[in-house]
């Protein structure tokens, strides 16, 4: 040690047993040695010595506990142990990469730790403790400078007593262990140190130290994770014990494994005979082949690397690691702060992360204090969410501005690591915080979407409603996976950012799915070329082109008399005065600014520039003088355009081809504008972003370390490249040699049962290769049956193979890759009919029994199919009945229905729309009829296909019953609401839709259009159930989610449709009025009269059946066949009719139930329906006219 510190140290006392005697000049002594710190050198030497004079622990700490009542003394040693206990890091700026300076880095570093286990002692922290209280009680204006610098003090000694790093090499502590921070942390517990910290961030007149304080929480939980704290002090949960014994029997299988492949690797005979071995059709160095002179045993281990040096990664390529090493503290420790996080979050939390975000935005802070509040927002909302789940404890960081905060924080991250490559790792981990504090986020809002409050479940449906709508936040995931750095980013940074991804795609999915249709934020950046890149018009500058140019600009000048124009004059500016380019230059640029005009023959610019500059520069009369006369302008024009005049070169882009950073960082084009939209969001399309190999191989990266992933991280990965292997059918992107080496790795794994999920998927992605041989035998056979007859060679040649495990599939890609046929088309499957064309008698036998057996039941043709022997299509078992004879028509063979909805002839009134309603009811079991016909005789299909058809047919079936009691609805409900006094409001809704309807016409396209109410009435009713009850029977979409207000009609809905249900809303006519517009339209009042007196109710409704079913026919029936249909049902009702080719099943039964209500019709009106022929087609025709055309665009 230095003489003179060596004297200081000896003038500050010294210690006999545990008094310590303090030296009369004691105070000068320690204000000395701060003196000598602030003058110490890069070696930091004097602090070095001091600390091998383990001055803290035998003078500084006996002085504060001892002689505590000397106000001045006291602050003197205080002042000198935060000096002496600062980090190393901000000694020396950063670790060193000199040997000697890393010497003394090291040096100082186990100092501190040894200053670190001085202070672990509860008498310590008492006398800290207590002067922080005495100070604390006083009023913030009774308080002196002294006094908070004293606080300060305090605050940063346990700091930087805290932030010192353990040593475990020196400690050697295992879990459950007490180490010197547990140590300290428990002095800090027993002295009340952790209440006062909890007091300052709490009290509202101490928010001065709220960043200390958030400093000194993060570093009493710097070795914690909040699941262990959760977990203190409670038996061991049903998974955590299936977790650990999950483990353990990985374990076991692997070491059992490995002691059976060491029993096979030994030989029976002793090992120097272990003997030479030849490896066959492997040649060594020259043209001999390889000698092998070890365990034949170990032959499958054999590498042309063996014996070889390991070749050195060079530092700038190794993978980054880890630096967290979390452990167990003592039990003790982990209740007190198991405690301590409960009493901080129900006190403490909101506000002091308040106060510290409000600090951070406005820079109030030092540089990288963010880090702490990062660490803290993680921390404690995930204690929370493991410990009783309780949102309103964290609801200051749970708030969409949050992300906003941590989306920016992870964007300025990622571009210092790209800048400032010196310090990248310290900004990897700052962007590894960030990307927690993102995780931990999610989480929080996937647990508030579970909860029982309806309150807390909307909270979290508004904010994954902005987040999942702007599209920097969908995104995020997408460009951190592609950007994945492995040199700069440690696999602990991949596994969160992995798991991250899951959890995020999973809500996304999970919020779409309740969703028809999403609308989310698009942003489109438009870009231009660089300004280097552009190509610049090269001007001919020959004396002759010059000529050329001058005589066109002269005559220019000439012709307008050299006046300009207001506006030409207007914006023209030669001068910028917040250029920080020189005024000499902007002179010249301004005189290259008229060439190029004149160039451009463009006279009149030139001129008017010229003049702007002279009133700009007129000194030296370089652009003439002030009373310059038109002639002498023209001359200084002409000496313009013939000078040389020096022009500033585009800078040219250099680049390095040996760097690839550089070259990525590299700006080839510039930001012009950005275009930002809407549009539908559809989840499946998102997903498709991920079957990138950027982003997959981030995903492989980690699926190496399967052994030490967590079971959780593993699904995270076997999800994702499920995801793109078989939902987006991308497998391709897996079929890599390194991909299927580790496939193999895994299934050959001893502890395999411990990976099932990876297990199953490289199983099922694992594609068997073809050897020679089974090449060849293929070929052969292939081309033995190539000219065979066989329906379907690909199932003839799948049971004469020897691998018999090959699939269709397999067989079918092989065939293409080898070039027999040319696409899998010509091998696609025949159709799934039997095949069987002729009947034999016994099969016709069994039909004819079948039939008679059946054919007073109401599904005849039904229980035929179920019943025959020999399964054939519907098709062809109706074509065998009709040429058997045994029916006369098809429709004898449909399904009968009950007629029990259908109305009778009675007194009774019925609308016209509850008529169409029972109409309506009849269609669709026909329709389903119809999809069995035809799927029958198509093509195999998958089962997801199937799926669709039935579920498109169940559709179909239902949106049929449901127009039907839609319209009667709808009549019911305009009736109630125009009692109700909404008739304003429904002919405003009339309107809009009449306006939408015209829209859609004139424009050609159709969008969403908002209802929005403009007077008080409409405003009322839209806030009406019994109106919104109408709007959805109508069709109309309510607000999709808390981004819609208003309700809208859907862009799905056509025109002719909007004006169908405009006129719905229309309140009825009287009868009298219906009926005197009928007369006007169809005939005389006399005949009208006659014919209303003598036809009913029934009648007339037959009369609109057969109406509908005839205008149905005119676009789908044969013309004969409907002639003569309607001939023998009632001779009143002509109807033109269209060929065509193929007859509905639908309209066939409606023909049958057509012939059935007109023969009614002729029995109840006793021969007069001919009399009835004007008064009752003619009106019903035109009264029908909006719901028949209504009833065609359903069925088109």
């Known amino acids: 040690m230095n003489c003179e510190l060596l004297a200081t140290c000896s003038a500050l006392g010294y210690l006999e047993g545990d008094t310590y005697h303090k030296e009369a000049d004691c105070l000068e002594s320690v204000k000395d040695l701060i003196r000598f710190l602030r003058y110490e050198d890069d070696t930091r030497d004097v602090r070095q010595q001091l600390g091998e004079g383990h001055i803290i622990k035998h003078d500084l700490l006996p002085i504060i506990t001892q002689h505590g009542h000397d106000k001045a003394l006291f602050d003197a040693c205080i002042r000198l142990m935060v000096n002496l206990t600062q980090p190393a890091m901000l000694c020396f700026g950063k670790v060193p990469d000199d040997p000697v300076f890393r010497h003394h880095f090291l040096q100082v570093t186990s100092h501190l730790q040894a200053y670190k286990e001085a202070f672990a002692t509860e008498k310590v922290f008492g006398v800290l403790s207590e002067t922080l209280y005495n100070l604390l009680q006083m009023e913030w204006e009774q308080r002196q400078e002294e006094d908070n610098l004293l606080i300060e003090r305090i605050l940063l000694l346990v700091r930087n007593v805290l932030h010192v790093p353990a040593d475990p090499l020196e400690e050697k502590k295992v879990d459950d262990d007490a180490s010197v921070h547990d140590k300290l942390l428990w002095g800090i517990h027993m002295s009340g140190f952790d209440d006062l910290v909890k007091f300052l961030a709490s009290a509202q007149s101490e928010q001065q130290w709220s960043m200390h304080v958030l400093e000194i929480i993060s570093l009493m939980f710097r070795d914690q994770t909040p699941d262990t704290l959760v977990s203190a002090g409670h038996a061991r949960s049903a998974e955590e014990k299936q977790r650990d014994t999950s483990e353990l029997e990985g374990l076991r299988q692997r070491e059992q494994a490995a002691k059976r492949s060491r029993t096979l690797q030994r030989g029976t005979r002793h090992s120097r005979f272990g003997g030479s071995f030849v490896v066959k059709g492997l040649k060594a160095i020259g043209d001999n082949e390889v000698i092998y002179h070890r365990n034949v045993h170990n032959f499958k281990n054999y590498t042309h690397d063996m014996g070889k040096a390991v070749r050195r990664v060079p530092r700038r390529n190794r993978q980054a690691q880890d630096c967290m090493n979390k452990r167990r503290s003592a039990l003790n420790v982990r209740l007190f702060l198991r405690e301590f996080c409960v009493d901080f979050l129900e006190n403490c939390y909101n506000r002091l992360m308040y106060i510290v975000k409000e600090s951070l935005i406005r820079e109030e802070s030092q540089e990288h204090d963010e880090t702490y509040y990062l660490w803290a927002l993680s ?121 991250s991804t899951h959890l995020f795609l999973r809500m996304l999915e999970r919020f779409c799915k309740g969703r028809r249709n999403l609308v989310v934020q698009k942003k489109k950046v438009k870009r231009k070329k660089s300004r280097g890149e552009k190509n610049q018009p090269v001007v001919e500058r020959t004396p002759e082109a010059l000529a050329d140019t001058w005589k066109i600009v002269e005559e220019q000048l000439k012709g307008i008399k050299f006046q300009l124009s207001e506006s030409l004059t207007a914006h023209i500016v030669p001068f910028d005065c917040t250029s920080e380019t020189p005024l000499e230059e902007q002179r010249t640029e301004a005189m290259v600014r008229m060439q190029d005009a004149l160039q451009a023959q463009l006279g009149p610019e030139a001129l008017a520039l010229l003049r702007a500059a002279r009133e700009v520069w007129p000194e030296g009369d370089v652009f003439g003088s002030t009373d310059v006369e038109p002639e002498e302008e023209l001359e200084l024009l002409k000496q313009i355009l013939h000078a040389e005049l ?85 497998d391709a992107l897996l079929y890599q040699l390194s991909v299927f080496h580790l496939f193999n790795k895994i299934l050959r794994d001893a502890a395999a049962s411990a990976y099932k999920e990876l297990v199953t998927f490289a199983k099922a992605e694992k594609m068997p290769a073809w050897s020679e041989e089974e090449e060849q035998e293929l070929r052969t056979l292939y081309e033995e049956h190539q000219h065979s007859e066989v329906p379907d060679i690909v199932e003839t040649l799948l049971p004469l193979l020897s691998n018999n495990t090959r699939t269709r599939r397999q067989v079918v890609t092989q065939l293409v890759r080898m070039g027999l046929v040319d696409s899998t088309k010509e091998l696609k499957k025949p159709k799934k009919g039997t095949g069987i064309v002729l009947w034999t008698e016994d099969q016709e036998e069994e039909l004819q029994m079948l039939y008679e057996e059946y054919k007073d039941s109401d599904d005849v043709l039904g229980n035929i199919l179920k019943k025959l022997t020999a399964k054939r299509s519907r098709a062809r078992v109706v074509d065998k009945l009709l040429s058997m004879g045994l029916v006369s028509e098809r429709r004898e063979l449909y399904k009968k229905r009950s007629r029990s909805s259908c109305p009778k002839s009675s007194g009774t009134q019925m609308s016209e729309e509850e008529f169409l309603a029972g109409l309506a009811q009849d269609f669709p079991d026909e329709s389903l009829n119809r999809e069995e016909d035809e799927s029958e005789e198509s093509e195999e299909e998958d089962e997801e296909e199937k799926k669709e058809r039935q579920n498109a047919g169940s559709r179909t079936s239902h949106s049929f019953v449901s127009e039907g009691e839609r319209r009667t609805d709808v009549a019911t409900m305009v009736t109630m609401l125009h009692k109700k006094g909404m008739s304003e409001a429904l002919g405003w809704l009339q309107r809009c839709l009449d306006r939408a309807a015209k829209g859609r016409e004139d424009d050609g396209f159709s969008q969403a259009a908002p209802l929005v109410p403009l007077t008080e009435a409409c405003e009322d009713a839209m806030e009406d159930k019994s109106f919104h009850k109408l709007l959805c029977k109508l069709g109309m979409r309510a607000p999709a989610n808390e981004q819609e207000t208003f309700w809208r009609i859907p862009e799905k809905i056509i025109p002719s449709q909007l004006r169908c249900a405009a006129a719905s809303l229309s309140q009825n006519l009287d009868e009298s009025e219906r009926e005197e517009v009928l007369v006007e339209e169809g005939g005389p009042p006399e005949d009208h009269q006659e014919g209303k007196s003598k036809a009913s109710d029934s009648q007339r409704a037959h009369a609109l059946r057969a109406l509908l079913i005839a205008r149905k026919r005119k676009q789908h029936s044969n013309k004969d066949e409907a002639y003569q249909d309607l001939e023998g049902a009632d001779s009143s009702f002509e109807r033109p009719q269209e060929k065509t080719t193929k007859r509905s099943r639908v309209l066939d039964d409606e023909e049958e139930e057509d012939d059935g209500f007109i023969v009614a019709l002729e029995i109840d009106t006793n021969g007069e329906a001919d009399s009835e022929e004007e008064n009752i087609s003619a009106p019903v025709k035109r009264r029908r006219k909006m719901v028949l055309i209504d009833e065609e665009e359903d069925e088109d």
């Open 646 to 730: 020096p022009r500033s070169a585009p800078p040219e882009t250099q680049m390095e081809e040996d760097d690839e950073d550089d070259a990525d960082l590299e700006e080839e084009e510039e930001l012009e504008a950005v275009q930002v939209s809407e549009t539908e969001f559809k989840f499946l399309d998102f997903i498709k972003k991920f079957a990138n190999p950027g982003i997959v191989h981030p995903y492989l990266v980690l699926l190496k370390s399967y052994s030490k992933n967590t079971p959780h991280t593993n699904h995270c990965i076997a999800r994702m490249l499920h995801r793109v292997a078989f939902d987006l059918k991308m």
């Open 379 to 499: 921390f404690f909302m995930a204690f929370n969410r493991c410990n009783n789940f309780r949102a309103d404890l964290v609801s200051e960081t749970m708030s969409t501005r949050t992300f906003h905060f941590m989306e920016r924080n992870i964007t300025n991250y990622y571009e210092m690591i790209l800048t400032d490559r010196k310090e990248a790792t310290s900004w990897s981990r700052r962007m590894h915080l960030a990307l927690k504090a993102y995780q931990e986020l999610l989480m929080t809002v996937n647990e508030m979407d579970r909860s029982q409050d309806e309150s807390i479940r909307h909270s979290a449906n508004v904010i994954k409603s902005n987040i999942f709508y702007l599209m920097e936040y969908r995104e995020i995931f997408l460009t951190l996976l592609r950007k994945y750095d492995g040199t700069k980013q440690p696999q602990s940074y991949l596994k969160d950012l992995v798991e």
